[in-house]
T-cell receptor, first 109, second 112 residues
């Protein structure tokens, strides 16, 4: 099955810093999503990005499908950005999302 | 507002007492699924449904049942809960295929 690896596993930054989170996947995919799990446990959709680049405010994402990786950029970090960031890809046979282990981001004031 | 709702959000129960976690979506999505999230194990799929009356097992279906009698609802049933089912549960829905999947707010279940 598809393997999804995220790096780094942990990231501690000062407020205002920029960061890049990486997601590698082992096979071609038709769906890749980025999520933010906040400290209360809620999963928040950030991007649906099987290929190309998207931006939403301070966040942007790029997926290079041919090279099997995706990057999530967070600029001018705020304490509310803290939490765990997951990427997940679809396993086409049953549309199950296959999840990476996540990147735990802590933004210090 | 387009959303996936789950109830209850928090539940503490005892071993063997049947419970149901409801999931409802208002986006007319065909595909719905349930995941559980456990520390160190990530999110794992329990059951999924491609459409009304069509359900199938995910990776960890033991101890759970589901039904899909209506397009909008996909309840998760624990007939005899056990402590190893203590977890954070998420319901998700999607138009199907490789489209965006939308998640409910989660249900924290503790089985004593």
């Amino acid at each position: 099955g598809i393997q999804v690896e995220q790096s780094p596993p942990d990231l501690i930054l000062q407020e205002g810093a920029n960061s890049t989170l990486r997601c590698n996947f082992s096979d071609s995919v038709n769906n890749l999503q980025w999520f933010h799990q906040n400290p209360w446990g809620q999963l928040i959709n950030l991007f649906y990005i099987p290929s190309g680049t998207k931006q939403n405010g301070r966040l942007s994402a790029t997926t290079v499908a041919t090279e099997r990786y995706s990057l999530l950029y967070i600029s001018s970090s705020q304490t509310t950005d803290s939490g765990v960031y997951f990427c997940a890809v679809v396993q086409d046979s049953n549309y199950q999302l296959i999840w990476g282990a996540g990147t735990k981001l802590i933004i210090k004031p | 507002e387009a959303q996936v709702t789950q109830n209850p959000r928090y539940l503490i129960t005892v071993t063997g007492k049947k419970l149901t976690v409801t999931c409802s979506q208002n986006m007319n999505h065909e595909y719905m699924s349930w995941y559980r999230q456990d520390p160190g194990l990530g999110l794992r799929q329990i059951y999924y449904s491609m459409n009304v009356e069509v359900t199938d097992k995910g990776d960890v279906p033991e101890g759970y049942k589901v039904s899909r009698k209506e397009k909008r609802n996909f309840p998760l049933i624990l007939e005899s809960p056990s402590p190893n089912q203590t977890s954070l549960y998420f319901c998700a829905s999607s138009p199907g295929g490789s489209n965006t999947q939308y998640f409910g707010p989660g249900t924290r279940l503790t089985v004593l």
